[in-house]
């Protein structure tokens, strides 16, 4: 009896971490961006591969974990592909601005140089970084601004500055080096909401 409340309080402690992990998202749609794409049985190259699509074929983003995505297929099969190469669709970013233009909030648009950082302990505005935070040249988008990512389908704030960020870049706060190396640099569109 004793080994079996062990064996729960084990399993449950997995699960419990395996949450934290993980994002999950509200059925997004995503498009694959390279010419042939593996679909595996778990997120990492260990695992089996279960399909493959091809480039512009669309799926369904069900889940993020440590740089890979679980997708359902257009045939209903799921699995998990490398977040590099399947983009958030755009069609969800246009929603998010139509609302926000429904409701009296204007946007401005605007094309940034995007890197990641993670590990780091307070913002410069003296605040914990968490998954949803940015770096930015406040002379460029001023500390407390709401910054919407369509790639993200997301609203960030703007509450940290680096040295190397200046003009039209900012710096994603990710939860590990993993997700920042994946991330890379970019160029992405953002839109500027607003306080």
Aim: aromatic share 10%; charged share 20%; net charge positive.
């Amino acid at each position: 009896m004793k080994n079996k409340k062990i064996i729960l309080g084990f399993l449950f402690s997995i699960c419990i971490f395996a949450l934290g992990m993980t994002n999950t998202f509200a059925d997004t749609l995503g498009v694959v961006t390279t010419s042939r794409l593996n679909v595996r049985s778990g997120p990492s190259t260990k695992y089996r591969v279960v399909d493959k699509v091809v480039r512009n074929e669309k799926v369904t983003i069900l889940q993020n974990s440590n740089g890979w995505y679980k997708v359902k297929l257009h045939d209903g099969k799921i699995g998990w592909s490398s977040t590099r190469y399947i983009k958030a669709n755009q069609n969800q970013s246009n929603n998010n601005q139509n609302n926000n233009s429904s409701t009296g909030t204007t946007s401005k648009k605007m094309n940034v140089v995007a890197t990641a950082y993670t590990g780091y302990g307070i913002t410069s505005t003296g605040q914990k970084p968490v998954w949803g935070t940015i770096a930015v040249d406040p002379k460029v988008i001023p500390y407390g601004t709401k910054v919407y990512i369509p790639y993200f389908n997301k609203t960030f704030i703007a509450n940290n500055c680096g040295g190397a960020i200046k003009g039209n870049k900012i710096d994603i706060y990710m939860n590990s080096k993993s997700e920042c190396y994946n991330w890379g640099r970019r160029t992405i569109e953002i839109q500027i909401l607003g306080k």
